[in-house]
């Protein structure tokens, strides 16, 4: 589905944002890209993304702030606006630790603000929202897929209350409002062009240095670990399919295969051809013991089916640093070099 009006896409800058953005302008949309630019981790990194949809005339970048009052409003209204992808938050369980009232002011306010544009420009046929795992709490490694119809009342991190609140806020806006919204529940994306601060990552630059990795929870975690472009299909597969008014719709989007921390680490040492040191460190506040998708709910309405492997999707991540990242210049190992 296509239409002449562009597309709002917040958290362009972002590792899925931008993903999300790439993909829309691919098949001939018209994005409008809004970001702050954070410095939750590099923004040179931000910038690279954006720098990479530039060079399409159908994308244009919009350098503000969601929570702001009214922009997101203006943006909509002048713009025209009957699709939202809104991502733009303050991402990461450990950091809402350390810095709560960040998540308050993105992930609260910046939700709210979003649903208020929508709800004042009457002219938003789909909002769809990014939500999250962790909404599901802290279940054992083995259980059965989580699935959207099961009560989310125990988030382990304020990360998580944040997340489960922009679900609660916008069934009250699709409630009382009548709009159509779809709430995207994602399990530990990864992948080119992924977030520094997601341990994959971190675990990828440390064992390049030969410097050691602290594995969490002893190393007895499992994640859903679902790959960018599996992850870019779901969204832009529900976006196609928008609810009916007044429906505020709770999908995840996962890979139905959960697999343990350890095996992780195993993939990487292949992919990168060394091994890493590590260092067993007990379970972090905030972190979750498992996670594991049932996706039915989105393979019933859009045939959502992942595609990529861990291994192969490892390898992927794999080449994009060492080329992007390492030979560009840009990693630690030029730092050390
Ligand atoms: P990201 O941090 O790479 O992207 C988020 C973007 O939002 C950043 O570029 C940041 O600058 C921007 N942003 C933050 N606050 C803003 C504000 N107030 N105004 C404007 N822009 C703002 O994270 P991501 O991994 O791309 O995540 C995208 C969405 O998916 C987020 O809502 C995140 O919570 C959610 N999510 C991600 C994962 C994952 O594994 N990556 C898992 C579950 C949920």
Same mark, same amino acid.
């Given at each position: ?13 972002? !590792?899925?944002? $931008? ?15 809004? &970001? ?11 910038? *690279? ?36 992808? $809104? ?14 009232? *960040?998540?308050? $002011? ?19 046929? $789909? @909002? ?52 159509? @919204?779809?709430?995207?529940? !994602? !399990? ?27 594995? !969490? ?22 976006? &196609? ?97």
């Amino acid at each position: 589905m296509t239409d002449d009006s562009p597309i709002l896409v917040t958290g362009a800058a972002g !590792f899925i944002g $931008h993903a999300v953005s790439e993909r829309l302008l691919a098949r001939g949309e018209r994005v409008i890209g809004l &970001d702050s630019f954070t410095d939750y981790y590099d923004v040179a990194l931000k910038k *690279a993304r954006t720098a990479r949809l530039a060079g399409n005339f159908n994308f244009r970048l919009i350098d503000g702030d969601i929570a702001s009052p009214g922009l997101v409003s203006e943006l909509v209204e002048a713009n025209g606006i009957r699709r939202i992808v $809104h991502l733009a938050a303050q991402a990461g369980v450990r950091y809402s630790l350390e810095n709560p009232f *960040a998540y308050e $002011h993105s992930n609260l306010k910046g939700h709210l603000a979003v649903l208020e544009a929508a709800r004042h420009a009457g002219t938003v046929e $789909h @909002l769809v929202y990014a939500s999250s795992s962790s909404v599901y709490g802290d279940r054992p490694i083995g259980g059965a897929g989580f699935r959207e119809d099961e009560p989310c009342t125990a988030p382990v991190s304020l990360y998580a209350a944040t997340k489960r609140s922009c679900e609660l806020m916008s069934q009250s806006y699709a409630t009382l409002y009548g709009l159509p @919204l779809s709430g995207l529940r !994602f !399990f530990t994306v990864y992948g080119p062009w992924g977030r520094p601060d997601m341990a994959y990552y971190g675990f990828a630059q440390k064992i390049l240095l030969g410097q050691p990795i602290e594995v !969490f929870g002893e190393g007895r975690m499992a994640r859903d670990f679902t790959y960018i472009d599996d992850i870019v299909d779901g969204i832009v597969g529900v976006l &196609d399919r928008p609810p009916a008014g007044g429906e505020n719709r709770l999908l995840n989007i996962g890979d139905c295969n959960p697999v343990g921390l350890m095996d992780m680490i195993a993939t990487l040492e292949r992919a990168l051809g060394r091994p890493a040191i590590k260092l067993m460190r007990p379970m972090q506040p905030g972190d979750v013991t498992a996670t594991y998708a049932d996706i039915s709910a989105i393979n019933a309405l859009t045939g959502y089916s992942p595609k990529v492997p861990l291994t192969q999707g490892i390898e992927r991540f794999v080449d994009w640093y060492l080329g992007e990242i390492e030979n560009g210049g840009r990693g630690p190992m030029a730092a050390v070099a």
